[in-house]
């Protein structure tokens, strides 16, 4: 049963943009932090974007601060990340995912804070 789906990956030229949508069950994860990670082949899995239940606290990775933006449509049950003036090292699997550590409300970097992802969507920048 997936209840977390992404999309809006694709490819896109350096220095260019796209936004990238999850949109989730509303029922089980309307009150849990979400954040984005990604994996580039042959890497571990890595940190991009955390956003608290309602928000009020984000933080991100400092390979992508300035240039992505984490945020959240309750009305929509979707999380989204704007992601601008990309570089090639941007290439990898985006993933969204619930938190379910405790306190799952509050923000989080920790993959292990996480167990509800995505399937992942494949994001391609071309330099």
Not at 28 to 48: C, H, I, L, Y
Not at 106 to 118: E, H, K, P, Q, V
Request: aromatic share 12%.
């Amino acid at each position: 049963q997936v209840q977390l789906v992404e999309s809006g990956g694709g490819l896109v030229q350096a220095g260019g943009s796209l936004r990238l949508s999850c949109a989730y069950d509303g029922r089980t994860f309307s009150n849990d932090a979400m954040n984005w990670f990604r994996q580039a082949p042959g890497k571990e899995r890595e940190f991009v974007a955390a956003m608290s239940w309602n928000g009020g606290t984000t933080r991100y990775a400092d390979s992508v601060r300035g240039r992505f933006t984490i945020s959240r449509d309750h009305a929509k049950n979707t999380v989204y990340l704007q992601m601008n003036s990309l570089k090639p090292e941007d290439t990898a699997v985006y993933y969204c995912a619930a938190k379910s550590g405790i306190p799952r409300w509050a923000a989080s970097t920790r993959l292990a804070d996480f167990g509800s992802w995505g399937q992942g969507t494949q994001v391609t920048v071309s330099s």
